[in-house]
């Protein structure tokens, strides 16, 4: 299966495309996973190390059942979009960029990530574990179609997709 490329078909939302992440994405991202709100949502609630960082990304990217993207707007870089295919299911997991949150680039991300999910047939199902304060996280996967299946055993809310 090869990566997918940019993802510009659907043009809802015209000018927010994806992109294969690249090596030279590393600090952006890091950054990004870093920034404040980031780490009070994310599920190890710490910063990560630049080395922790850059092992992980180097595997993420070597990683055929590891998907990420960069989201672009107007070519500028607004969040990534990654997904862990575990069997028939993608666990999703975003990140949008502080300076573009709050205008739908999340809700949009998900949308273009899911297109290339069914064109691909990569999952029949999506998961993503979202922590109950992200009510704007929440609200755009709900928004794409995801439904609240519970709460894990850490407290974050469990939302599904069945991928038609």
């Known amino acids: 299966m090869g990566r997918p490329g ?3 078909s659907e043009r809802a939302h015209p000018n927010v495309t994806l ?4 090596e030279d994405d ?3 991202i890091r950054a990004w ?7 009070r949502f994310s599920v190890s609630a710490r ?3 630049d080395a922790e960082h850059a092992r992980w990304f180097s595997a993420t990217l070597a ?4 998907l990420l993207w960069v989201a672009e707007e107007q070519g500028v870089p607004v969040g990534q979009v990654r997904i862990d295919l575990e069997g028939d299911t993608g666990i999703f997991s975003i990140v949008v960029a502080p300076s ?18 069914k064109r691909e047939r990569l999952a029949t199902t999506m998961t993503a574990l979202t922590h109950p304060d992200n009510v704007a996280s929440i609200r755009a996967f709900e928004q794409v179609g995801f439904t609240r299946r519970g709460v894990s ?12």
């Open 153 to 164: 055993d850490a407290g974050f809310v469990v939302l599904d997709l069945l991928v038609p």
């Open 63 to 66: 990683d055929p059942r590891k």
């Open 19 to 22: 992109r294969v992440a690249r």
């Open 47 to 49: 910063p990560v190390s």
């Open 100 to 117: 573009a949150r709050g205008r739908g680039v999340g809700k949009e991300m998900l949308r273009r990530a899911l297109a290339e999910i």
């Open 26 to 28: 590393v600090s952006l």
């Open 33 to 39: 996973r870093n920034d404040a709100d980031a780490i």
């Open 6 to 8: 940019s993802l510009t």
